[in-house]
């Protein structure tokens, strides 16, 4: 969703993007993690199509004792959202056309190291996982599909625009959806930099093949993340001592991009045995 922006007090400053991928809302300035830059972004709640599939069975006796049951599955368009000022997807962002989907290894399901590298970020773990669903064909999954996600690390950086090195791409990832529509990303609990409500942001494209530029992109938007549980997390890992602070200057109402609304962006997110953290959405379009 971007975004935003995300310069840290160890990293020069990058000059924001001027991406307008929005059918809803385009947005303000914002003060990036340690540094300043400017922020795009763009609506957050609302529903383009709605789909409700319903079925219903029963069985009951003459006694007044019966057993049955009921599914209603309603989906709605996801949002679209900006992507930012850091998605390295081939677009010209911050001045820059890197892009980290040409890279092979690009695919993958662990993003917390760069490509071809053992070294991983720090942070509380966390995995992601993720349901892509049609409207137009009653909420079923869509199996196939490519979804791209990146975010920034515990301290608010974006990869690749950091160090202005392609080289350098942890915290991004590519995967195609399974027979069920989804997607599961390992990786860390993202921090809150300055300006922004935590998020990740993704962008959904109709194969693997086609996941290689972003003008093949067919969906762009980002995930939001329970507060509350979020301060918990950050309050009990030093790691997150800046996202503390900047969480609390902050609220839905508002972050730039997600004040119209995080129903349809909202995941749901659970502690893991081990110390970890899980979170799952299911996301929609009009496919």
Request: glycine share 10%; hydrophobic share 35%.
């Amino acid at each position: 969703m971007d975004r935003t922006t995300a310069a840290q007090a160890t990293v020069a400053p990058f000059a924001a993007a001027a991406q307008t991928p929005s059918n809803r809302r385009f947005a303000l300035n914002a003060l990036g993690s340690l540094g300043m830059a400017t922020l795009l972004g763009c609506g957050g709640g609302g529903s383009d199509t709605d789909t409700t599939d319903t079925t219903d069975t029963g069985t009951g006796t003459g006694t007044g004792t019966g057993t049955g049951t009921g599914t209603t599955t309603t989906c709605s368009v996801v949002p679209e959202e900006t992507a930012g000022p850091y998605p390295a997807d081939g677009s010209n962002a911050s001045n820059n056309t890197y892009n980290v989907l040409a890279l092979s290894g690009i695919v993958r399901s662990d993003i917390r190291s760069s490509i071809g590298s053992s070294t991983q970020v720090s942070g509380v773990p966390f995995t992601i996982t993720i349901t892509l669903t049609n409207t137009n064909a009653s909420c079923a999954a869509l199996s196939g599909y490519a979804i791209y996600l990146w975010h920034c690390t515990q301290d608010g950086n974006y990869s690749v625009y950091s160090s202005s090195n392609i080289a350098d791409n942890y915290l991004r990832g590519v995967q195609a959806t399974d027979a069920n529509g989804t997607v599961t990303f390992t990786t860390v609990v993202p921090g809150c930099y300055a300006g922004r409500m935590p998020h990740m942001h993704l962008e959904v494209y109709r194969s693997l093949a086609a996941a290689s530029n972003a003008s093949n992109k067919i969906k762009t938007t980002q995930l939001a993340f329970p507060t509350a549980l979020l301060s918990t997390i950050y309050s009990a890992n030093s790691g997150y001592s800046a996202s503390v602070r900047n969480l609390a200057s902050m609220s839905f109402a508002t972050d730039n991009v997600f004040s119209d609304g995080t129903t349809l962006e909202m995941t749901t997110m659970q502690a893991n045995s081990g110390g970890g953290y899980s979170a799952n959405i299911t996301i929609s379009i009009a496919a």
